[in-house]
């Protein structure tokens, strides 16, 4: 092919019959690049990437439409979950295609780029002097193209280590992909994601996991509440959900058919309020694009609010948890605070006690001064009249001896 533009360019760019302007010489190169190749009517070329003279650009095509959907997992708050998982074949066949005409439209330019500098050099050899200005403007444009070659290069180099690295990608995404199929791996994630959120939520003695009824039936979890147990059960409906993001006929159908099984059943086997539970259940799901498809369909909306089981995602689970931990705590300090008042009573009680002794002290306490006072008068006097026999004078002898 490169032959073949070459031969036309030299007949085309005949140095004895074209003209030197350099705008025209750019046109016909641009032209020529344009009709070797069909793939370059779908990309928008700028001929100031070869000369820095005025530009001229070709119109492309509009590209076709195709929806791309992706696949993610999220883990925010302790929360996991898949987004609108789809067949991973389209979707490489896709880049694999725009990558392809994307090297072959960078191949055509480079192709251009060396055939333009190759005929150049030509034409620069058969008229070293016959044109001086266009003599030196070549020599410019051949160096600004060596330089453009190299970069391009480069480019291309970055290019194609981004593409190693989005192939690396696809295959763990594919890999998750095929993982995800089993419906009891999706179930078990599912139930591993939900005992950790309620375990990063809530105490271990407020809740059980695997819950064995006495009917028999297992449910994920149960919150204990001072109104009954709380259950809540994973179910991930995908297969019929990707079917519906695809626009299968009839998997809309079959997809609110299998939600609508999954409500019924955990009506039925977890809303037991004679072994104590509430009147209502929760149902998980653990994708957010799948959560928001069930709330979003008028006809499950009737049906999840008349058996009473209302789903709930990672994000709005979280919600509901936080909810009910908040009424757990006010549960609790209303509980202490009833301790509090039951103290104060008790306290209340005491001091009245104390108060009826602290009486009987005082009234001791003043019996014991009047006491006090009056034994402390009666010794004063005792005294006084100790004092009066010291003044008693003592008889003489002669009056002993004469009486």
């Known amino acids: 092919m490169h032959g073949r533009i070459l031969l036309q360019l030299t007949k085309e760019i005949n140095p004895t019959t074209t003209n030197h302007n350099p705008t025209v010489v750019q046109s016909k190169i641009l032209n020529l690049c344009i009709r070797s190749s069909p793939t370059m009517a779908n990309a ?33 708050g302790g929360s996991f979950h898949t987004v609108n998982p789809t067949p991973i074949q389209a979707r490489s066949a896709m880049i694999r295609l725009d990558m392809g005409l994307f090297f072959l439209v960078i191949a055509v330019i480079i192709a251009g780029f060396g055939i333009t500098l190759f005929l150049l050099r030509q034409w620069l050899n058969q008229r070293p002097t016959q044109d001086p200005i266009l003599t030196d403007w070549l020599k410019s444009t051949s160096s600004q193209l060596n330089d453009r070659l ?47 959120m309620i ?15 006495k009917t028999g039936g297992i449910v994920d979890a149960v919150l204990k509440t001072d109104a009954g147990l709380l259950c809540i059960d994973s179910k991930f409906p995908m297969e019929n959900f990707n079917r519906m993001v695809k626009g299968e006929e009839g998997a809309k159908k079959d997809f609110i058919a299998d939600v609508k099984k999954h409500i019924t059943d955990i009506s039925k086997k977890y809303i037991l309020p004679d072994e104590g539970t509430m009147d209502f259940a929760l149902m998980y799901i653990p994708s957010e694009s799948v959560y928001y498809e069930v709330v979003n369909i008028r006809e499950l909306t009737v049906t999840t609010r008349n058996a009473r089981v209302y789903p709930v995602s990672p994000n709005t689970l979280y919600a509901h948890l936080q909810v009910l931990l908040q009424s757990f705590q006010g549960k609790e300090l209303e509980t202490k605070s009833r301790q509090v008042f039951q103290l104060l009573r008790a306290i209340q009680k005491d001091y009245s006690k104390v108060e009826e002794n602290l009486g009987v002290l005082g009234r001791h306490v003043t019996n014991s001064y009047n006491t006090m006072s009056s034994v402390n008068q009666s010794f004063t006097v005792m005294g006084q009249k100790l ?10 002898e002669s009056d002993q001896l004469t009486s």
Request: glycine share 6%; charged share 25%.
């Open 44 to 76: 928008s070329i700028t001929p100031s990437f070869l000369f820095p003279i005025p530009q001229a650009t070709v119109k492309t095509k509009a590209s076709d439409k195709r929806p791309m959907t992706n696949i993610s997992l999220h883990h925010t």
């Open 150 to 196: 190299d970069n391009a290069a480069r480019v291309i180099s970055d290019v194609q280590k981004n593409l190693g690295e989005m192939s690396e990608v696809g295959r763990g995404i594919k890999s998750l992909q095929e993982f995800l199929q089993s419906p009891k791996l999706r179930g078990g994630i599912g139930e591993e994601v939900l005992k950790e």
């Open 199 to 213: 375990g990063q939520t809530f105490p271990k003695n407020a809740f059980h996991l695997q819950y064995r009824f």
């Open 387 to 396: 004092s009066q026999t010291q003044t008693l004078k003592e008889p003489k």
